[in-house]
């Protein structure tokens, strides 16, 4: 398949270095390249070895990369490899931190802009616990609520007597909420005393609706299966920065950490850093391929600017989308 100038873009969703492949026919020849590049196709004529040069790049000088194949086939007998001997790497608590059965190579994309007459795209943040997601959703939302919407949980318990049905959660009952999970209407739900509460793919579609960038955050495992051509979501991580500068920035900030059952927001402790850079690390491992940007939370107002700045360029400039999505 080929873009419309016979052009073919992939995205890398692998660092590479020529220098440590010890496959590679000539060092020299290799064009490395970190996860998340833009690399445009030179030559797909070898089966093993690929030509291609960085997207832009004026130098016509291509260089070797693997090809998909055979970054698969390899990728794939490390990978089992790692899981037999190093298990406990990262200490996994959830199994579906390890889904990456499919290993990331490339994906073929080209440059997309929303059209007029198309719905604005969703927007999915992850990040840790404690790095302020939620602070930068509520500072965007209130920012212009005209044009930024966020979606209606839906929970079994009872309404409180100030809450309205469709303003805080949809209401319904557990029989029902099991129901929709059977029929996969959920893109995530867990269970808090007693209660089920769950984000479905409706309440999405209900805010794109109503020509809203829908802001959704949500555990990176369920990125993968947002990724449709209806939805085309645009992934933003927000990464913590060093725990030296968590330290200094989060003094007098609360969290609500994992680890507390009553979920009261309490002082940040050195346990609650380290739980959230380990945790970046691991998101940023397992899911990095799926980020179409990265920003770092340092300071809030710079990382809230840089959110706003990204959002207009969404907006207005071409980005990089998968092949599929425009099929
Ligand atoms: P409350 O019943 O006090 O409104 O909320 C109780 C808990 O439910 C909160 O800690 C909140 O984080 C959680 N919760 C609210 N909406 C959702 C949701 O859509 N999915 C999940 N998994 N939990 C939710």
């Known amino acids: 398949t080929a873009s419309k100038e016979g052009k073919v873009f992939i995205k890398a969703l692998f660092d590479y270095d020529p220098k440590e492949d010890k496959a590679i026919p000539c060092k020299e020849a290799g064009l490395s390249f970190r996860k998340g590049d833009i690399l445009q196709i030179m030559s797909q004529d070898d089966v093993t070895w690929w030509q291609a040069k960085h997207e832009g790049d004026a130098n016509p000088r291509a260089g070797l990369i693997p090809s998909k194949h055979f970054q698969e086939r390899r990728s794939f007998r490390l990978s089992r490899k790692d899981k ?9 608590k959830k199994s579906d931190q390890y889904d990456t059965a499919d290993v990331p190579t490339y994906e073929e994309v080209t440059p997309y802009r929303r059209q007029a007459h198309e719905k604005y795209r969703l927007v999915v943040l992850v990040g840790p616990v404690g790095v302020g997601l939620n602070e930068l959703k509520r500072k965007l939302l209130i920012s212009d609520t005209q044009h930024y919407g966020v979606t209606v949980p839906h929970t079994t318990r009872a309404r409180r007597s100030q809450e309205s049905d469709g303003v805080e959660y949809i209401f319904i009952s557990k029989h029902l909420f099991e129901t929709d999970v059977q029929n996969n209407k959920f893109i995530e739900y867990g269970e808090y005393k007693n209660n089920y509460y769950g ?14 960038v829908c802001l959704l955050d949500v555990q990176p495992h369920t990125v993968k299966h947002l990724r449709t051509l209806e939805f ?37 402790t050195e346990e609650d850093f380290q739980e959230m850079i380990k945790s ?6 397992q899911y990095g391929h799926l980020f179409d940007k990265i920003i770092i939370n340092d300071d809030l107002t710079m990382a809230f600017n840089e959110l706003k700045t990204t959002f207009d360029k969404l907006e207005t400039e071409p980005h990089w989308v998968p092949v599929s999505w425009l099929h």
């Open 84 to 92: 037999k001997t190093n298990k406990s790497m990262y200490e996994c």
């Open 199 to 212: 984000t479905s793919i409706d309440s999405v579609r209900s805010v794109l609706a109503k020509n809203k």
């Open 232 to 268: 085309k979501p645009y992934v933003i991580f927000i990464k913590p920065p060093s725990i030296e500068r968590l330290r200094e920035t989060r003094k007098n900030a609360k969290i609500i950490s994992s680890r507390d059952d009553q979920g009261t927001a309490k002082p940040f």
């Open 280 to 285: 970046a690390q691991i998101m940023e491992s």
